[in-house]
């Protein structure tokens, strides 16, 4: 059986064929694309699916923002996505859709331990629901029920839930961010473009400009990428306090996530961001907002948490997800 799979954002759209047999799943063949150069995923996949590969016998497609009756819209591009359409156009029997943090959770059980780094281990043998949290263009959050005998992910859309300051400085980053958002959610905070709101914002609270190098790095390149190279160099002071800001608020929110659905189990980094500034990440900013939740610091201290660090983890969990609804 072929599977087609898909992990859709809105930087990048990666696909890829797997043939599954019996309980294995192999990778044939993976391509990316920038995704703001193309118009929709039907075009992606006209460039993907050229005569010499196989047709697919099922497809699915994870993608950044909430999916309902096979239907999904992009948050962060302007796509819209619908399960019959891309089946009927391209000749697939079977095209599901799920949230691309939904295919994450799909991966975590098979991914071997050398794709985990653990941060924290937490209770020795822990069971129970699972998190996974993930920055990257946007802010991705699902979870994962256990049922006594297996974990069933689930999809979420929290990363849009209201960011939720703790100090006098996260109040005057409430505030700045208000001047130009009517909503201040995560994502604002703990994203790629998150780093960059961070950024700006302390060059307005401290009525500095940004040296002249950073501020070309900045414009003609990834301007996350350029803040957080220059904090992890420790080249420019007030990176390096944008990304310990950023580090804190991410173990906050995977806090925050993690104590709402009770991941006991365990608690899982994904995203592009994270395995890019695993040093940062182990420094205590992180897991000093993820354990601080007052009364319930104790269970927190339980609960592990780990790193991701394949970046195929979705393109792999769709496919699952695919046999798993082909095969059931």
């Not at 697939?92 to 994450?104: S, T």
């Not at 059980?109 to 129970?128: I, V």
């Not at 302390?202 to 390149?221: I, K, N, V, Y």
């Not at 990440?281 to 354990?291: D, I």
């Amino acid at each position: 059986m072929h599977i087609l799979s898909g992990d859709i954002g809105g930087t990048k759209t990666t696909l890829a064929l797997f043939e599954s047999k019996g309980p294995a799943t192999r990778l044939l063949m993976r391509k990316t694309f920038a995704s703001k150069q193309h118009d929709s995923l039907e075009d992606v996949l006209r460039h993907f699916l050229t005569r010499d590969i196989p047709v697919p016998d099922v497809a699915c497609f994870g993608l950044a923002g909430p999916v309902q009756d096979g239907m999904g819209i992009t948050t962060n591009l302007p796509w819209r996505i619908a399960a019959k359409e891309l089946g009927r156009e391209f000749c697939i029997p079977k095209v599901y859709l799920i949230n691309d943090l939904e295919a994450n959770a799909w991966s975590i059980n098979h991914l071997p331990e050398k794709d985990l780094h653990t941060l924290y281990p937490g209770k020795p043998d822990a069971t129970g629901n699972r998190s996974i949290i993930s920055a990257g263009t946007g802010l991705g959050e699902a979870g994962l029920f256990w049922d006594g005998r297996k974990h069933i992910p689930f999809a979420s859309e929290g990363g849009h839930a209201s960011f939720s300051p703790t100090n006098a400085l996260e109040i005057a980053l409430l505030e700045f961010l208000l001047r130009e958002h009517a909503q201040v959610s995560w994502e604002l905070v703990v994203s790629g473009m998150g780093l960059v709101n961070i950024h700006a914002f302390l060059l307005d609270h401290h009525q500095a400009s940004p040296p002249d190098w950073l501020a070309q790095e900045m414009e003609t390149g990834d301007a996350a990428a350029a803040i957080s190279n220059a904090a992890q160099q420790a080249r420019c002071p007030l990176c390096v306090q944008a990304l310990d800001m950023f580090v804190h608020l991410y173990g906050v929110e995977a806090g925050n996530h993690a104590l709402k659905i009770m991941a006991t189990s365990g608690v899982y980094i994904g995203g592009g961001i994270a395995p890019k500034i695993l040093d940062a990440l182990a420094k205590p900013a992180f897991l000093n907002g993820f354990f601080a939740k007052g009364g319930m610091e104790p269970l927190m201290r339980d609960m592990p948490v780990h790193v991701i660090l394949n970046a195929d983890a979705a393109l792999y969990g769709a496919a699952l997800y695919a046999r798993m609804r082909i095969n059931g």
